[in-house]
């Protein structure tokens, strides 16, 4: 008579615990975030396998909470308009390079952020784009401000 007694506990413990399971993978399963699409894209020296944010959900996500990235990857954030840019590192944890770009390929700026600084890093004129690469890529593939990149052909905000 007893197991009768816990059988309905274990059951709603089990049920309670599918149900927490479930709803995790479920979370992680509709993230419109992940995977983002990736391009190649040479910058200086180097070709970088870039994720592409280009929607607003993507870019204000953009590389939050990772505890890192390969050394040869990085995101490149896709705007519908050419402006002055600002970005910040909002739970960012690794030191990162930003580059702003415009929309005929120049690079307008080159600039390093620290991890979780919520200080706007202001590009040096407008920019349709920004990359970002972990600390020192752009030094190591000798990306400068006034060059020029070929962009991947299909870049287009999504919002």
Same mark, same amino acid.
């Given at each position: 008579m007893?197991?009768?007694?816990?059988l309905?506990?274990?059951f709603?413990?089990?049920?309670?615990?599918?149900?927490?399971?479930?709803?995790d993978?479920q979370?992680?399963?509709?993230n419109d975030?992940?995977?983002l699409p990736t391009?190649?894209?040479q910058?200086?020296s180097?070709?970088? %396998?870039?994720?592409?944010? !280009?929607?607003r959900?993507n870019?204000?996500y953009? @590389?939050?909470?990772?505890?890192?990235?390969? &050394?040869d990857?990085?995101?490149?954030?896709?705007f519908?308009?050419?402006?002055?840019?600002?970005f910040w590192?909002?739970?960012?944890?690794?030191?990162?390079?930003i580059?702003?770009v415009?929309a005929?390929?120049?690079?307008?700026?080159v600039?390093?952020m620290?991890p979780?600084?919520? %200080?706007g890093?202001?590009s !040096?004129?407008?920019a349709?784009?920004?990359i970002e @690469?972990n600390?020192?890529a752009?030094?190591a &593939?000798?990306?400068?401000?006034?060059m020029?990149v070929q962009l991947?052909?299909g870049?287009?905000a999504?919002d």
């Open positions: 007893s197991i009768f007694f816990h309905p506990l274990h709603l413990l089990l049920s309670t615990l599918l149900l927490f399971v479930g709803a993978c979370s992680k399963k509709g975030k992940w995977p391009v190649q894209m910058l200086g180097k070709t970088f %396998t870039l994720e592409v944010a !280009d929607t959900a870019k204000e953009g @590389l939050m909470h990772r505890d890192s990235m390969p &050394a990857h990085g995101m490149i954030f896709v519908s308009d050419e402006t002055e840019r600002r590192m909002r739970n960012t944890r690794i030191p990162l390079d580059i702003y415009s005929a390929g120049k690079v307008v700026s600039k390093q620290k979780y600084d919520e %200080t890093v202001l !040096d004129g407008p349709q784009y920004a @690469l600390k020192d752009a030094s &593939a000798a990306v400068t401000q006034g020029t991947p052909p870049l287009k999504k």
